[in-house]
């Protein structure tokens, strides 16, 4: 299976239905993007899913942290 979002192929899945195996959800180790799998193609499909929110994989690393981490205070004696 291929993450519908940064197109890596470590997906792992992490959830079933309690009962009946009515839908499994899946999550992706590199982007942490989670589908069930009772969505529509333009989700789970990776090359229908909306090309604007496609994540470049390697630029993940890149990418800013929301909110933005401070620096550490340093300690007062
Ligand atoms: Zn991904």
């Keep these: 299976m291929i ?3 940064c197109d890596s192929e470590k997906v792992n899945l ?7 195996g009515a839908w499994e959800v ?11 799998s009772t969505e529509d193609d333009d989700i789970k499909d ?3 899913y909306d090309k604007r929110f496609k ?3 390697d630029k993940i690393s890149e ?4 909110p933005p981490i401070p620096a550490l205070l340093e300690e007062k004696n």
Excluded at 26 to 36: A, G, L, N, Q, V
Excluded at 63 to 66: A, G, H, K, N, T
């Design 14 to 20: 992490l959830t079933k239905s309690p009962v009946g």
């Design 26 to 36: 899946y999550i992706c180790e590199t982007c942490c993007f989670s589908w069930r």
């Design 3 to 5: 993450c519908p979002r």
């Design 46 to 48: 990776p090359n229908k």
């Design 55 to 57: 994540i470049d994989k």
């Design 63 to 66: 990418l800013d942290q929301i």
